[in-house]
Nanobody, 121 residues
Framework: QVQLIESGGGLVQAGGSLRLSCAAS????????MGWFRQAPGKEREVVGT????????YYVDSVKGRFTISRDNAKNTVYLQMNSLKPEDTAVYYC??????????????WGQGTQVTVSS
């Protein structure tokens, strides 16, 4: 059974940092693109950042550029999201996802269950 399991969420003050992890199991994801999405209350889910299978290309939504860093360790089948200088507007449930192909972010093949990130002002 393929699973993506997120961890590392929590409550942090504005300006603080958190590191999210997404551990994949059930098969190797070294050939998949992976990414982080988030959904705030009352808002649509949005992509936060993505990373290609070899870690060679990354994408970030404008609102997190310079503050968040996505990385992956294929040997551990794990993708990370380092979040610095957190803002209250970063509060959301963060989801890990994986897929293949140029349009994978529109319909990822796999989703994690989500982890809550709350940033207090």
């Amino acid at each position: 059974q393929v699973q993506l399991i997120e961890s590392g969420g929590g409550l942090v003050q504005a300006g603080g940092s958190l590191r999210l992890s997404c551990a994949a199991s059930g098969r190797t994801f070294s050939s998949d693109a992976m990414g982080w999405f988030r959904q705030a209350p009352g808002k649509e889910r949005e992509v936060v950042g993505t990373i290609m299978w070899n870690g060679g290309m990354t994408y970030y939504v404008d609102s997190v550029k310079g503050r968040f860093t996505i990385s992956r360790d294929n040997a551990k089948n794990t993708v990370y999201l380092q979040m610095n200088s957190l803002k209250p507007e970063d509060t959301a449930v963060y989801y890990c996802a994986a897929g293949r192909g140029s349009g994978w972010i529109n319909s990822p093949s796999y989703w994690g269950q989500g982890t809550q990130v709350t940033v207090s002002s």
